[in-house]
């Protein structure tokens, strides 16, 4: 069994280095500079959890597709040569009224037994990799509970006093096996994080189990992959996979409340914030109590915004602001009117939330 997984292993090797030279071919055809194009690795690429894993509960799955691409390579090219060799080997013209036939059924035997050993094969070699991954061998470090609604995710972490929530961001220490525990708002999502572990779902009422854990520090792509609405595509998500120590500085951060003290247009920010946002939003530390949006105590800490939709810069965040429709049309926040002088209150204020 190891030696099959080493020839696996290198196979998965020599794909992964093709598939990346070839991408950062196309990527130089498009135009992208030497230094663009070298930036760009497989990893990049929707299909990277089919050549990398980069954790536990994934590296059985890529040696399982790796397996069942290859067996249904041959048998491909099997079926092809038998074919060709049939064209060219024709029996011999016999008269059409002869009534005994020159036999060839047995190949039909033989094929559908071998078939047959084949699909039963795969089938328990499936089963025996789901069972793999079900679990993992340590008992989980951390546990996380996510919670999807159209269309971001909800990251709550910790219990009692210490608890806090996030959105879109999946902090966790490499090296752990992380529970997490998935439950949805409003519709069925789902969870996929390709490099980390496979697909599960999020079910109204219901509370369903996913572990991952992260070989290296890192950042790892989430996708809702279940489709779940308009802005299906834009429900992205990060994993940050950092060592303890930088882990253990982002936690203790996050806990804390939003600062009381700042400047006078930040103040005035922030009554607008607790007159017009507060219905939807939390932050820590102020008025605003809102369930059904992202908590913003720490938005600046992210890097992206609106579920992977733009990148966090302090335009980025005014403008999604009052053009949240334009961004990701249909999502549940409305385009917020402002003066250019709110407009300005309202960043000042958002600038303090790190
Ligand atoms: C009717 C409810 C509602 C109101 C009112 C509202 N928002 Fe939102 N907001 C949302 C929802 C829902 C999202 C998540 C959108 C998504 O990703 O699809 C969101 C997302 C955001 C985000 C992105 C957060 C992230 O981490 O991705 C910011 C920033 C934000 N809102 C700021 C504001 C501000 C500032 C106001 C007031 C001027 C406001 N919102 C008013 C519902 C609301
Ligand atoms: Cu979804």
Redesign the pocket.
Known sequence: MVSVRRVIALVVHVGASLATALFQLGASAAGASPREAESLTAASTPLAYFLHSKGPAAQPVIYLGWTLTIICVLVCVIIAGLLLIGMFRRRKPQDARALVSEGGLRLVYVGSVLSTIALFGIAVYMLSVLAEVADPSKTPGLTVTVTA????WKVDYGDGESRFST??ELHIPSRVPVLVLLKSADVIHAFWVPELAGKTQTIPGTTNRQWIEADHPGVFRGQCTQYCGV?HA??AFEVYAQTQADYDRWYAAQMGAAPARSTAQAIRGRK??EG??A???TVRGSKAT?V???D?TH?LS?R????G?VV?TPEN?ID??QH?QEI?PG????D?K?SPAEAGD?SAY?ATLK
């Not at 609604?149 to 971001?152: A, L, S």
């Not at 999502?331 to 409305?334: A, D, F, I, K």
């Open positions: 609604y159209d269309w971001w959105a879109n802005q834009h429900m607008l914030f017009r946002c219905g939807c939003h809102g059904q949006a992202p913003l938005v992210r992206l915004l609106a579920a939709s966090n965040l999604w602001i949240a990701k999502t549940l926040m409305p917020m402002l309202l958002l």
